[in-house]
T-cell receptor, first 113, second 115 residues
Framework: EPEVTQTPSHQVTQMGQEVILRCVPI?????FYWYRQILGQKVEFLVS????????KSEIFDDQFSVERPDGSNFTLKIRSTKLEDSAMYFC???????????FGSGTRLTVV | QQQVKQSPQSLIVQKGGISIINCAYE??????FPWYQQFPGKGPALLIA?????SEKKEGRFTISFNKSAKQFSLHIMDSQPGDSATYFC??????????????FGKGTLLTVNP
């Protein structure tokens, strides 16, 4: 079964540092998403991406965040200057279009110290 | 209006019993209601989903009941097994631009099925 692959599985970074979280969506999918889950809380939408541009973003997705699809396979989330409150599990998801094949990766646990 | 409210927060059921998790929404623009199962250290995995034009959908031991007028939907797990022990999230989505669908999640229910 096709998978969304995320790397690294766990990243520890110092406050103020930049981090890049990487995702390889399912190959024929066209819509890409980032969600985050603070420990013990619900999964929250961050951003959606289609046709090389952001389709929608949440209030959480401020100027410190950016997304990019640098080549035909990777989809990245960059946090420019990390804060303690950015510590969370970050999930990438992709879909064919609409809700079809909406699949989540296993996540990257980001710990900001 | 964007919220999805989920209850209970945690649930303990004996093996073979029925697990019931409830969700309520306010935004009538939502048009797709999935349930996700999440095991520790893993991403949410789609379990079953329903659209508002039907009142019930069943897949194996899992059933979604949907009440459009009450804006409520629920997940029923029949013959609950210890392997069903996980966190369950309800969600709702509506179409954004193009075919972009943003999911709005409930807060989750930690289900424990005792042997």
């Amino acid at each position: 079964e096709p998978e969304v692959t995320q790397t690294p599985s766990h990243q520890v970074t110092q406050m103020g540092q930049e981090v890049i979280l990487r995702c390889v969506p399912i190959s024929n999918h066209l819509y890409f998403y980032w969600y985050r889950q603070i420990l013990g809380q619900k999964v929250e939408f961050l951003v959606s991406f289609y046709n090389n541009e952001i389709s929608e973003k949440s209030e959480i997705f401020d100027d410190q965040f950016s997304v990019e699809r640098p080549d035909g396979s990777n989809f990245t989330l960059k946090i420019r200057s990390t804060k303690l409150e950015d510590s969370a599990m970050y999930f990438c998801a992709s879909s064919e279009g609409g809700n079809y094949g909406y699949t989540f990766g296993s996540g990257t646990r980001l710990t900001v110290v | 209006q964007q919220q999805v409210k989920q209850s209970p927060q945690s649930l303990i059921v004996q093996k073979g019993g029925i697990s019931i998790i409830n969700c309520a929404y306010e935004n009538t623009a939502f048009d797709y209601f999935p349930w996700y199962q999440q095991f520790p250290g893993k991403g949410p995995a789609l379990l079953i989903a329903i659209r508002p034009d039907v009142s019930e959908k069943k897949e194996g031991r899992f059933t979604i009941s949907f009440n459009k007028s009450a804006k409520q939907f629920s997940l029923h797990i029949m013959d609950s097994q210890p392997g069903d022990s996980a966190t369950y999230f309800c969600a709702a989505s509506k179409r954004g631009g193009g075919s972009n669908y943003k999911l709005t999640f409930g807060k989750g229910t930690l289900l424990t099925v005792n042997p």
